[in-house]
């Protein structure tokens, strides 16, 4: 019994080696994946729901807001914690950043925190209402404290809901931002429109290309691959600032057009620092995105399908309907998701060449990363824009299946 137990082992030693192996293999490739991609990523989700930073420095002042109703103006109680607890976020180095959190919902808080931080340095004693209120009527107005307690929830979902032009009311409900404030649905759905209009420009421009190169002899086919690779060989930089030498009031577009006499001198096109630049440009940048993959499906199709459908009594068109088109769609849904997908996150282009009308959402996020310092809303906007990303996926998977997607 014990012989056929090591037989056993002895024949699953080689298999245990060569699974040990492969893993091996791969684990440096996991771990590479999970420290470039999958850490920033939930880094990014964690920080659009979690900010400790009010909690955290006032932990006080939150507690004696726990029973507050809102209407009417806090206890003493709290106004003698925030004040003790400003006196050490100052010390502490903290207070921009809390003061920073507050003003995000209520505007002018922050010169309110700093100000009065100082000025309680020289206060000997309460009652803390009226020293904090001889300081700043800010802090006599119901709203102030609205905005301390909804900032000191270390998980929250204001960050979602002010991605979505939503605000939480003092009485716990959900309404719309004012008017005056409504800006990030509206660029999401412009982000949403222009991926889609330059995925259908990318491919009513490189289906007809892909199937040049495809049906091209070997050598005119190299060259034509070699002209379809060169917006790789550029810098993005270089590519987009190129478009604003042609495409700007005085730029080679604008007077060529009126060298022809298609256009007056003091009647040149509007063609940059708008939304007919971005949609140029990227474009231009994404058009190969469309190619590549078009071009890999269409070359291993055979020519003698065509052929066969013509000689059926098949006209040209209903050849190209019922034959041809139906074999490229795996290249016509790689590229367009390739085309869509990076043209949701695109920001240089649009920055450069979009002005205030061809902004997309992709520019806000950069601001709040770089300027507003504001990371839990563009980690959001981040989130909200990867869930339509994968929705867009499982209805493509839904409607045509992911496994019929052709790369080459």
Known sequence: MSGSRRRRALSAGPGARERFRALALVLPLLVFLGVTFLAPLGTMLLRSIYDPVVADALPETLAALRGWDGERLPPEAAYEAAARELGLAREARTLGQVAGRVNRLESGLRSVFTRTAGDLREATGGPWRDVMAGIDSAWVQPATWHAIRATGERFTARHYLSALDLQRLPDGSVAPQ????RIYLRLLWRTLLVSLAITVLCLILGYPIAHLIAHAPARRAT???ALVLVPFWTSLLVRTTSWIVLLQTQGVINDLLVALGLAADDGRLSMIYNMTGTLVAMTHVLLPF???????????IPRLHMSAAASMGATPAQAFRRVYWPQTLPGVGAGSLLVFILAIGYYITPALVGGSSGQLISNMVAYHMQTSLNWGLAAALGALMLAGVLVLHLIYDRLVGVE???LG
Do not use: D, T
């Open 178 to 181: 004012p008017e005056e404030r």
């Open 223 to 225: 060259l034509l691959l």
């Open 290 to 300: 469309m190619v590549l993959p078009l071009y890999s499906v269409m070359r291993s």
């Open 404 to 406: 019929r997607m052709s």
